[in-house]
């Protein structure tokens, strides 16, 4: 098992001892429920730095009011199970440790964090920056590692970490998919049988934008409107949005002439999933 600390003293403590070692620190913030996307992001920390370092914490300040944070899977034991001889220390501190009494900091990232996840959940980003530089300071890492299925999220990310010139590098890594194209998501243990076969859905709909792109088709409501038409006929199935977007900006296209990004988000009963793929002209 890795070592487990809890508190930000001892978090720090393991990570100065591993630094004054000359080994530099790799970070994989995670909210625990652990899959294989998080482990092929443990795994790029390993293949690339001398000191892996996982944070398992469900933090509160980036679910709304309505979401599900209090049924939000969590099992550290297992957690510690997978993450046994993969990473060196795992950070799960209490919520008091995280956020002290009387605690009003927050960190807001501008246009970015504004279109697609920031509307639909407002105040969202707001917890997810805060928490991400709290990580940030507590360890200091060297380069620190994040999912390319939260892909607005990587880029609020790397947007704060430029903005403030924090002195570490971000890593975007593939999505992980199971056999049938849905993208690995501690939220998927939520769905039913017949939810999950219709969850397929979301991978389906974006390998028809990218084939549509491939095929030369550039407008961007042509492409959104088939994949609108393929996600409804696996009702029910709610959409909050289907969006092709500049990848660095999000700025929403009308026409692809480069490369672009689509997205989506979309409930399957009660269960909300996010994703996205690169699409590439021909």
């Not at 970490?161 to 998919?177: F, K, S």
Request: with cysteine; hydrophobic share 45%; charged share 20%.
């Amino acid at each position: 098992m890795p070592r487990l600390v809890t508190t930000v003293s001892e978090f720090r403590e393991t990570l100065h001892a591993a630094r004054r070692a000359g080994k530099t620190i790799g970070l994989v913030p995670t909210m625990g429920a652990l899959h294989e996307g998080h482990l092929s992001l443990v795994r790029a920390s390993r293949a690339e730095c001398g000191f892996t370092a996982v944070t398992i914490y469900v933090n509160p300040t980036q679910f709304g009011p309505q979401e599900d944070f209090a049924r939000y899977p969590r099992n550290l034991e297992s957690d510690l199970a997978l993450l046994s001889g993969q990473a060196d220390v795992v950070f799960a501190p209490r919520d008091e440790e995280v956020y002290p009494p009387g605690y009003s900091t927050w960190v807001e990232v501008g246009s970015v964090a504004e279109p697609l996840e920031g509307v639909c959940r407002p105040g969202h980003f707001r917890g997810v920056a805060t928490i991400v530089l709290k990580l940030f300071a507590m360890a200091w890492p060297d380069v620190a590692y994040f999912g390319q299925k939260d892909y607005q999220q990587a880029l609020v990310v790397r947007r704060m970490a430029v903005d403030l010139n924090l002195p570490l590098a971000i890593r975007v890594c593939p999505i992980v998919r199971e056999a049938d194209g849905l993208a690995m998501s501690s939220r998927n243990r939520y769905l039913g049988p017949d939810e999950r076969r219709r969850a397929a859905v979301l991978f389906h709909s974006l390998t028809q934008a990218a084939d549509l792109v491939a095929q030369g088709e550039t407008s961007a409501p042509r492409i959104i409107e088939a994949m609108r038409q393929t996600i409804q006929a696996a009702e029910p199935a709610q959409i909050d949005y289907v969006a092709i977007a500049d990848p660095d900006t999000l700025e929403p296209l009308d026409t692809i002439r480069g490369r672009a990004v689509a997205l989506l988000a979309v409930r399957i009963g009660k269960t909300r999933l996010i994703d996205n793929m690169i699409l590439e002209p021909p």
